[in-house]
């Protein structure tokens, strides 16, 4: 059965849920002011700031096969316990982080406990949905995620408006706190670690690596994630210094992103029912591709004129991510073997680890090289993977399925 937003019932999995909720806020809450919190807190310059939290990201990139692996061996929910409490740890150590190598070092630690859990994610969504509603449940876990990004943000603006030491110090506690929240809620989750035979092969990374399969969609994926940075690198430079409009536009679009996912994400996926996965992955592209238009016309406006162009921009480009999230989710997640998925969806998340590391220094070096550079090469880009991603289903069946819905579409028993 669905609500009348299009998203599942959530029934038994409520504390899995709210456990989600609780992480998202902490992270909501101090993802916003990281840089601010070391600058006001700390003898460091912005430029040492930004070395310590891009050395850290760099330790922590291979981080992703390590924990691929204990997902598989001690099952996904003990990892998400972990990557809780590394988290709460990680941040209670900021409050005496006064160096570059100590903000570097914490912040690794913060981000493996950050790996553990959402490398664990897709597994226990997985082991709790059918496979006729995996996007649906992804869908709503996605709508879930960012609403807690958001109200941690409104947090975390009421801490910069004040603006003391006492403010940011009370931001780090409240997200330790919060990991420490989502760690109980989620000591009660079943434990759904795949069964693994004990006269079976055994077997590892080298079976995922050579998966060539599975490495297209990886692969394929990196334009969808090239896509996504947009809102949080590119969006915010390029509207408030490149065309430079008012500041409170970033805001606006932010928000507008943020009411999209949570309104109308289950609306999408339940439109999408009966379409090809691949065919989805190519249209959430040509929607980035016609944002990206938009946001080069708006460059060409009157300001007020410009103000409306980007927010019809940022509506289309959000329905981008609408489309692609939860078909990339769901086909990640069904074309790998139980016994493997840690490793096969730890892969699969090393993409947006090294989109994350790469688009930010990519993203501001094309906005310098002219007004329209990024959005050409964002646009090569994304006509390049959705025109690459129709070959998937070819090797790989799970891309070929079609987006459904087994709650709303249950299957009859033949006579």
Known sequence: MLSRLGFPRVGEHRRFVAAIVADTVGSGLFMPITLLYFLAMTDLSLVQVGSALSLSAVLTMPGAFVIGSLVDRFGPRRMMLAGNLVQAAG?????????LLAVALWTALVNLGRQSFWGSFGNVVTAISAPGERELWFGFLQAVRNLGYSIGGVLAGLALQIGTDVAFQSVVVV????FVVAFVLLLDVPDHRAAHPADAPVEGWGVVLRDTAYLRLVLGQFG??????????ALPVYVAETIDLPGWVVGAIFTLNTALVGLGQGLVVRRMTGRVRARMMGLAQLAFVASYAMFVVAGWLPVWLAVVVMLVGAAVYTAGELTGGPVFSAAAAEAAPDHLRGRYLGLFQLSWGVGGAVTPVAFTWLLAQGRTTLWWVLTLVALASAAYLQRLPRVLPAAGRRVTNRVEEPVEASE
Not at 91 to 97: D, I, T
Request: hydrophobic share 70%; glycine share 4%.
């Open 224 to 233: 969808f994630v090239a896509g996504m940075m947009v809102l949080n690198f």
């Open 175 to 178: 997200n330790a706190v919060t």
């Open 91 to 99: 941040m209670v150590a900021y409050l005496w982080a006064d160096s």
